[in-house]
């Protein structure tokens, strides 16, 4: 998204993503996304009086590509993203889907959540780096609620919100930033400098507020050697691609 007319903030899946933009919120610091879809819901819905937990549980923000974000902005503002350890982000992504299925009653049944708690690295990482186009990401969940025994949980009431979720948490990171070389990154591990860096470019302060990372979620995914083989074998050829030419 936009933010403050001065720079572009990638909002990566579970990178802070929602710590960014409740510090926004909360310090009234404008911002656009690609989509506008998002500024209409958020502008109907949002209670700044509630705490950061439960104002997070209420916000809806967008996971957006860098090529929508510079089609709509342009190609002149810095561009900022958060990394995180690419194992540990993807476990706290499925522990986020354990989540959403255990916090939406009206959508889920409560054995969803339980049942994909149950899961390991050999019930979830069962696909193929080529199973991740486009084309085919349907098929990736279709057939990991069949192996998991959703299918008599997920229907045409929550299917779509279930494929939704379900490709935020398979897509690989790259699906958003593009392995574009000019992003300036800043590590999850050290906000600080990412916060000193956007106090420098808004000239004002700028701390990011905490939101639910004190949540731990039950689940039999772990990150251990089994889980990271399998991890890397499906997405390296994302994580880590080929920057040099070839000399044939």
Known sequence: MLVDNKFIYLSLPRCASTSFLITCLRNDISFEHFDKFYANYMG????LNLDNENLADQLLHGHEKITDLKSKF???YPVVGIRRNRHERFLSLWKHLVDLTANLPHLYHPDVSKILSELDSNDILFYKSEDLVKENKVDVITELIKRSGLSNYIGSNNYEHFRTIGFITINPLSFYHNNDPNI???DYNNLTEFELWVSGIIDKPFKLEKSNSSKVFHTKLEICP???DKYDKIYNYFDLPKVQKSLI
Do not use: C, L
């Open 44 to 47: 109907s819905t949002i209670n």
């Open 74 to 76: 342009g190609n002149s």
């Open 184 to 186: 300036v990154w800043f």
């Open 226 to 228: 089994n889980f990271t």
